[in-house]
């Protein structure tokens, strides 16, 4: 009889060992506060500063300042989807602590309420504008980032001919001379026209549990 009370009184000591633990770990977790995965937001910040001004500006401004908030935002979404496939993997190797992942899950629920502000103050200016504003800060995004390249031209030209000691030749790009009118039909030219860009790869975001 002896034999049989050990086995049974040492699963109950350790099962409910791991249960007090369990519990006391959950407790702790819930009432601990975590460093915020993104610091600070300043483009909302300067939204409901302008929304709170007196006299009010105008709705031109105040949608400017909102569109500059959804391009933060899709920013935010962004690095919050790059960043948790590695942190997981990290997190299951063990090379980070569980603060750092909780850190970055309370970033994402945190994001999801800021997107459902943007969505309901856009709607506040114009019915039907929440649906489609993440997607217009997005291709603004896009668009500064390629006239960002274009602009860093002179100064990577500037670096590249340091580094080699080159000077590069600059000429100066004519269009090609047009084929000559045909009796029949009209003029036709070769050549390249430069257009613009149109990027329209909008981020989904998930939708709110």
């Not at 309420?113 to 504008?129: K, L, Q, R």
Request: hydrophobic share 40%; charged share 25%.
């Amino acid at each position: 009889m002896a034999s049989v009370l050990v086995p049974i009184a040492y699963l109950v000591i350790v099962f409910g060992g791991l249960l007090l633990f369990s519990h006391i770990y959950r407790r702790h977790t819930s009432t601990q506060s975590y460093e915020p995965y993104f610091p600070s937001h300043p483009e909302r910040n300067a939204y409901v500063t302008l929304l709170q001004s007196e006299p009010r500006p105008s709705d031109a401004l105040l949608k400017s300042a909102l569109v500059r908030r959804a391009m933060a935002d899709v920013q935010r979404v962004i690095r919050i989807r790059e960043d948790k496939p590695a942190l997981q993997n990290l997190l299951q190797k063990g090379s980070i602590g569980d603060d750092i992942w909780n850190s970055i899950i309370n970033a994402e629920k945190e994001l999801e309420v800021e997107i459902m502000e943007v969505v309901g103050e856009a709607n506040s200016f114009v019915e039907g504008w929440g649906q489609v504003i993440f997607q217009t800060a997005n291709e603004m995004l896009a668009n500064e980032r390629i006239r960002a390249v274009f602009e860093n031209i002179p100064a990577a030209r500037a670096e590249l001919e340091r580094k080699y000691e080159v000077k590069a030749k600059h000429t100066a790009v004519t269009a090609p001379p047009s084929l000559p009118r045909s009796a029949n039909g009209p003029t036709l030219s070769t050549g390249t026209e430069n257009g613009d860009v149109d990027v329209s790869s909008a981020k989904k975001i998930k939708k709110r549990k």
